[in-house]
């Protein structure tokens, strides 16, 4: 069907219908009124995580042959934080409405004097500083000796082990470390969805390089193979900056940096951030440790503390933003002139949590279904698939609305011939292909 297509942006509440509605992502603890700053991923949502962090675990570790694996414990020795500047400095300012008793972050108030949750002129307390740290205790005594912290940030965990991993490794500056974990931080505010959580995931390269002169350019680097990566996977270039911090806006002891913004529905937010740290982190450590924590150079016999250029992206808001640039509420005029509309995920194949759908034409006839279930059960070892049978026009909707990028009809035909019907999720153009031909078809595609 030829169509005249018009595709409207999203709203955030229409986000969030889709993801609960569809599996992707529920409120946590949601039977007992949920817990803010917290959410889980269901069975699509799952998938499209472990596709996001392998999409950007591939292009940053296994294609390359200077930056190494690592995974840190959550749970650190507390000096750790301390060495860092967490537990003296990680904090936001906050205050609190007196009628209401709202919490907020000071910054986000925008210097009105009016409660944004109850119109309360003047209400607000004093503004205070509020820690960010998640608190635990480790051991059988609760006591300020078992007091430990729930990592802010996975990069420290990298940090305080240099000179184990380059050891091991045997790499020398230039060369990166990498790894995918979960950090904690107790936001005063968190919202707009998985945007600002409380518990999150983050994908962090601290790239060590000497001190030669070059340390721009590989931040430099860094900063546009970023940009390739967003590019590659079809993020609309008109809704993602990198925003060149000024002096005033980097810390004291940053070199440079840059924030990576995506224009989600309430405005710019940031969803990464590419700085030169210089030897900030790592001078750090030695200080409060003792240890000396330098690269050795074997040829030259000497030490030196290598510069740091750190990319730190959070993993839920990239999936967050995979989600929103992806979705298109399309509206259709036919040649007969009658108006229709379908929601679609434009996933890239490469994260879509399913990449082929496989349906019977007929529920009912149990050859159709059987050759179906065995056409999926074949494609499963090769793409991620999924057989659902109903009614071929909502099966194909809900398959858009989920961002499938292919879906194969078995049909009566398909008995004579073995032939079947790939639909695409974009053109929804319609193509016969020989049954013998359809793996081939599929791989060219996705």
Not at 147 to 153: D, G, N, S, T
Request: proline share 4%; charged share 30%.
């Amino acid at each position: 069907m030829e169509a005249t297509a018009s595709p409207q942006r999203v709203s955030m509440d229409e986000i969030t219908a889709l993801a609960k509605r569809r599996g992707f992502i529920f409120q946590s603890s949601e039977i007992y009124g949920g817990i803010n700053g917290f959410w889980d991923y269901g069975p699509l949502g799952a998938v499209l995580k472990a596709n996001v962090k392998r999409a950007w675990w591939r292009d940053t570790v296994e294609l390359r042959d200077d930056v190494v694996a690592f995974d840190s414990a959550i749970v650190m020795h507390p000096l750790v934080w301390k060495a860092s500047g967490h537990v003296d400095a990680f904090h936001d300012v906050m205050v609190d409405c007196k009628v209401c008793k709202h919490r907020f972050r000071y910054d986000q108030l925008a210097d009105t004097a009016q409660c944004p949750d109850c119109g309360s002129k003047a209400s607000f307390t004093d503004p205070r500083n509020f820690n960010l740290m998640m608190r635990t205790s480790v051991g059988p005594m609760e006591d300020t000796s078992s007091v430990a912290y729930l990592r802010p940030e996975t990069a420290q965990g990298i940090f305080v082990n240099f000179k184990n991993i380059y050891q091991s490794a045997r790499k020398r500056p230039p060369f990166g470390v990498a790894q995918i974990g979960k950090s904690f931080r107790n936001e005063i505010t968190p919202g707009n969805f998985t945007y600002r959580l409380r518990e999150f995931e983050q994908a962090e390269l601290e790239y060590f390089v000497p001190d030669d002169g070059k340390d721009l350019d590989a931040f430099t680097e860094w900063v546009e193979r970023r940009k390739a990566w967003y590019a590659s996977y079809g993020i609309a270039s008109e809704r993602l900056r990198f925003y060149e911090l000024g002096e005033a806006e980097r810390p004291h002891y940053a070199k440079a940096g840059v924030d990576v913004e995506y224009l989600f529905p309430w405005g710019w937010g940031e969803r990464e951030s590419i700085a030169h740290r210089g030897t900030y982190d790592l001078d750090a450590h030695m200080k409060l440790s003792g240890k000396d924590l330098r690269f050795f150079d074997e040829a030259a016999k000497t030490h030196y503390t290598p510069l740091l250029i750190e990319s730190s992206a959070g993993v839920d808001r990239t999936l967050l933003t995979f989600m929103i640039d992806a979705y298109e509420r399309e509206r259709s005029v036919d040649p007969n002139g009658k108006e229709t509309e379908r929601t679609v995920l434009r996933f890239h194949p490469q994260i879509a949590p399913v990449q082929v759908a496989v349906f019977s034409l007929a529920r009912n006839k149990p050859e159709l279904v059987e050759r179906a279930v065995a056409i999926e059960g074949a494609l499963r070892r090769s793409h991620r698939t999924q057989y659902d049978e109903g009614n071929i026009g909502q099966l194909y909707r809900r398959q858009d609305e989920i961002g499938t990028p292919l879906c194969v009809t078995v049909d009566y035909e398909t008995l004579g011939d073995g032939s079947v019907t790939v639909r695409a999720r974009d053109s929804m153009q319609q193509d016969r292909v020989a049954g013998d031909a359809l793996q081939s078809y599929l791989e060219k595609r996705l």
